[in-house]
């Protein structure tokens, strides 16, 4: 999936769950941070050495969301929250990644991968998917759900 296609989608899963939208942002496209040629280990994909890596472990999220679960409940709950909308972010990421050939690990290791295998990134599928985003965000704008003052951070 491309950059702009990884933020569409942190916009409206953030919007759907009723969280500030610039953490969602910011998780949506963290998992890119990997390096894209990994590091110089040629012979073998790790999952600390190549793109789609460890940085979007399936775990990573999950963790995350007790994490932000405990902080809201226990330590600060606009902390909490902005951590949330921060992971929804993340695994929606994750999500439109594992629509793709690759998809994301789940084990210790490079391979095995968790994938639908439903269209390759930048082809007519990811196109479709980007439609799909676009119109559930024109009916949340429409709703009433999102709006300017979603665009910020809880405090």
Known sequence: MTFGSHILAGVVFASF???????????????????KKGLPFPNQRTLFNSHRGITHHILIPI????????????????????????????????????????????????????????FKTGKIGELFVILILIALLIFQVKSGELDYSSFKFTR
């Open 17 to 35: 769950f009723n969280l500030p939208i610039l953490p969602s942002i910011l998780g949506s496209i963290l998992p890119d941070v990997d390096l």
């Open 63 to 118: 963790v995350l969301l007790f994490v932000s679960i405990t902080v809201k409940d226990f330590l600060n709950k606009s902390l909490g929250l902005n951590l949330l909308s921060f992971t929804v972010g993340y695994f929606s990421h994750l999500f439109l990644d594992a629509l793709t050939p690759l998809g994301i690990p789940y084990s210790t290791k490079y391979y095995p991968r968790f994938s639908f295998k439903l």
